[in-house]
């Protein structure tokens, strides 16, 4: 039901838009998030969006990471920028059956894409 893609290698510094999209659900709806697992680490909340666009970022990727519902698409973006070597991670998006976000935590989404690997380089 959710299908990410985007993912590639990028130089440090640079900048890669990750898009989600949804099938047999309205996005819009819903609190949506992006999540990442790098090598032997726990999956890490980025960045969630209410239904009503009320946005949450953690404090590794605010200012860098703008994440976004394309609703003609239906999709669920997340826009990357200033890449560091550390985001070098599997990222994955996901929904919650709530329209509002209580946080990053993972547990909170019930739905999750397969995941796109993001590989920074220096």
């Known amino acids: 039901q959710l299908a990410e893609s985007g993912g590639g290698s990028v130089e440090a510094g640079g900048s890669l838009t990750l898009s989600c999209e949804a099938s047999?659900?309205?996005?819009?709806?819903?609190?949506m998030g992006w999540f990442r697992q790098g090598p032997g680490s726990e999956r890490e909340g980025l960045a969630t969006i209410a239904g009503d666009g009320a946005t949450i970022y953690s404090g590794a990727v605010k200012g860098r990471f703008t994440i976004s519902k394309d609703l003609a698409k239906n999709s669920l973006d997340l826009h990357m920028s200033s890449l560091e070597v550390e985001d070098t991670a599997m990222y994955y998006c996901?929904?919650?059956?709530?329209?509002?976000?209580?946080?990053?935590?993972?547990?909170?989404?019930?739905?999750w894409g397969q995941g796109t690997r993001v590989t920074v380089s220096s």
């Open positions: 047999k659900f309205i996005i819009r709806r819903y609190c």
């Open positions: 996901a929904a919650d059956s709530s329209g509002y976000c209580t946080g990053l935590r993972s547990n909170n989404f019930g739905v």
